[in-house]
């Protein structure tokens, strides 16, 4: 059997050394999430006065990228981000961060056809017997980064989780340039945040769609989590995962007994994955589990993929939706907040799916910085991204209820999502719609 810690050794490197491969105006990637490579990113910000122009990608990085911290005029590193987290959302705020657009599918498409990449790097657990480093929680689309990089850093972390994969799941030692070691830190945890009482009641909405063999699609934080609670202590059973983002929620319904995947008429008994972060619980939960697939988010991801399982229910978050149905999920104006990630294609997918839905959810209000309250659900756009397009929008759900725009004229729509807004709002979105003559002169009138 070949030698493959000898080969091991020959590439290993103090972070401090791998690092000097980084030149002026090269473009750097640190993959995604607890894959972030911390010890390298410490050595390369030591690098500031010897280097200017150094163009950084990541996404879902929890922080601190001290990269980013070191150089606030960003005149030596220019960090971007593919979907922010909280951290990268307040780095955007200080103009130390740029938004990449993108849809999760298309994301390794983008690098293997248009970017170009100098030098990869990205954290990993250690090396198996075979040679290989698991892609771990990157596994989505790290493979793709790393196959187009000129130069690839592995970073050894032995407190992440090895994942079982379908392809693209692994790198071997003879594809790899440098090797570090160094002690880390745990994985960062993601809190989960306690369920409004607005979110509770937009779960109620939601759980009757919610079925015995139904694959599920659900994101990360209190309104996902509230679901998932509330599924695991239901009468439902026997659910399905396929999912671009693995966190607690699916975890929690796995301690529950409900998430079985034996009725998935595709990848039987397999809860699939593109990526994952949430508890240590949920980290130990997804370590060489059998049970669990990652697979590249360009086949996770693709419409034609979701649309092959049966009774898929997707369920993703909004910041606001106008009147005709466009869907805004990560700006509050020109502010940014998050990303377009993998909605649309869930959209997509799940409106292809037999016994499909897909469901957009927010709160009807928001307060804002001066303390008034606001309707989520407003007449028409002003600066706000459209995520997904009014084409595309299909269940709705707020704390008033659950209406389905697809197929619905302009008038129609209007009439739904003011059926779902706050009481306090409706009478304005009502005058608002007569005036851009989407109000049926049949109807209530103001």
Request: aromatic share 10%; proline share 5%.
């Amino acid at each position: 059997m070949a030698d493959y810690y000898a080969k091991y050794k020959e590439k290993l490197r103090s972070p401090e050394e791998a690092v000097k491969v980084v030149k002026s105006g090269d473009w750097v990637d640190y993959t995604s999430n607890v894959c972030f490579p911390s010890l390298l990113d410490n050595a390369l910000s030591k690098r500031k006065d010897e280097l200017v122009d150094v163009k950084i990608r990541g996404n879902l990085i929890f922080g601190p990228i001290k990269t980013v911290e070191c150089d606030p005029s960003r005149e030596h590193f220019y960090y971007n981000s593919w979907h922010c987290s909280s951290y990268e959302r307040h780095l955007c705020d200080r103009g130390m961060c740029n938004y990449i657009p993108m849809i999760f599918r298309s994301i390794v498409p983008y690098y293997r056809h248009f970017l170009t990449v100098n030098v990869a790097m990205m954290a990993v657990p250690p090396m198996d017997v075979h040679g290989y480093f698991s892609m771990s929680c990157a596994g989505g689309f790290a493979k793709g980064i790393l196959e187009k990089a000129d130069i690839v850093i592995l970073e050894v972390n032995d407190k992440l989780p090895r994942i079982h994969g379908f392809y693209d799941d692994a790198i071997h030692i003879d594809d790899v340039d440098i090797v570090v070691e160094g002690e880390h830190d745990e994985l960062p945890e993601i809190p989960v945040i306690p369920a409004s009482p607005q979110e509770v009641k937009i779960a109620e909405n939601i759980m009757p769609f919610i079925h015995d063999g139904s694959n599920l699609q659900i994101g990360i934080g209190s309104l996902p989590n509230t679901i998932g609670a509330m599924i695991a202590k239901s009468d439902v059973k026997d659910l399905g995962m396929h999912t671009e983002l693995c966190g607690d929620a699916y975890y929690l319904l796995h301690e529950e007994g409900k998430l079985t995947n034996r009725k998935k008429n595709i990848f039987r008994d397999k809860g699939v994955f593109g990526i994952a972060f949430g508890s240590k619980d949920m980290y130990e939960w997804i370590n060489e589990n059998p049970g669990l697939s990652v697979a590249p988010l360009e086949y996770v991801n693709a419409p034609e993929t979701i649309g092959k399982l049966d009774n898929v229910v997707s369920i993703n978050s909004c910041v606001s939706i106008d009147l005709y149905g466009q869907i805004n999920s990560e700006s509050a104006g020109t502010r940014h907040i998050s990303g377009t990630g993998g909605q649309l294609d869930f959209l997509t997918g799940a409106a292809m799916s037999k016994g499909g839905r897909a469901f957009i959810c927010m709160r009807s209000t928001y307060t804002d910085k001066t303390g008034k309250v606001r309707s989520r659900i407003v007449p028409n756009f002003v600066g706000e991204i459209v995520t997904s397009p009014r084409s595309q929008a299909y269940y709705v759900a707020t704390e008033y209820g659950v209406v389905n725009l697809t197929g619905r004229t302009t008038w129609e729509r209007a009439e739904l999502l003011i059926s779902i807004a706050h009481p306090g709002f409706r009478d304005e979105l009502i005058k608002a719609a007569t005036q851009q003559k989407i109000w049926r002169l049949t109807n209530r009138r103001v």
